[in-house]
């Protein structure tokens, strides 16, 4: 589960920072369907799905909380997991807005 939770944030960030550079460079002729591709991602990894996998999960972290059955590290995972899926676009922007203040 950590390698699969690992791989969708990394992921996630990964075609957030892909939409944010062909933002910036302008679109290059024939990626219409690439950043429709990555827009529908995003959209997903963002939007009513992942909302409602995050609140499921958050769930289960408390029911395992309160039950005395948690795996701390596990619970610890699931929560940052969460912040980072959904700071995502937030993270990517500060870290390019570092980059082109100390380039």
Same mark, same amino acid.
């Given at each position: 589960?950590?390698?699969?939770?690992?791989?969708? /944030?990394?992921? +996630?960030?990964? =075609?957030? +920072?892909?939409?944010?550079?062909?933002?910036?460079?302008?679109?290059?002729?024939?990626?219409?369907?690439?950043?429709? +591709?990555?827009?529908?991602?995003?959209?997903?990894?963002?939007?009513?799905?992942?909302?409602?996998?995050?609140?499921?999960? /958050?769930?289960? /972290?408390?029911? =395992?909380?309160?039950?005395?059955?948690?795996?701390?590290?596990?619970?610890?995972?699931?929560?940052?997991?969460?912040?980072?899926?959904?700071?995502?676009?937030?993270? /990517?922007?500060?870290?390019?807005?570092?980059?082109?203040?100390?380039?």
């Amino acid at each position: 589960m950590a390698f699969a939770s690992r791989f969708a /944030v990394l992921t +996630a960030g990964a =075609m957030i +920072a892909a939409q944010e550079a062909l933002a910036q460079v302008g679109s290059p002729q024939g990626s219409g369907p690439i950043l429709g +591709a990555v827009n529908w991602v995003r959209g997903t990894m963002e939007g009513g799905i992942a909302t409602a996998v995050a609140v499921i999960a /958050v769930a289960f /972290v408390g029911f =395992m909380m309160l039950t005395g059955r948690m795996n701390w590290k596990h619970g610890i995972t699931v929560i940052v997991g969460c912040f980072i899926l959904f700071g995502a676009a937030t993270i /990517v922007g500060g870290i390019q807005m570092a980059a082109r203040t100390a380039g």
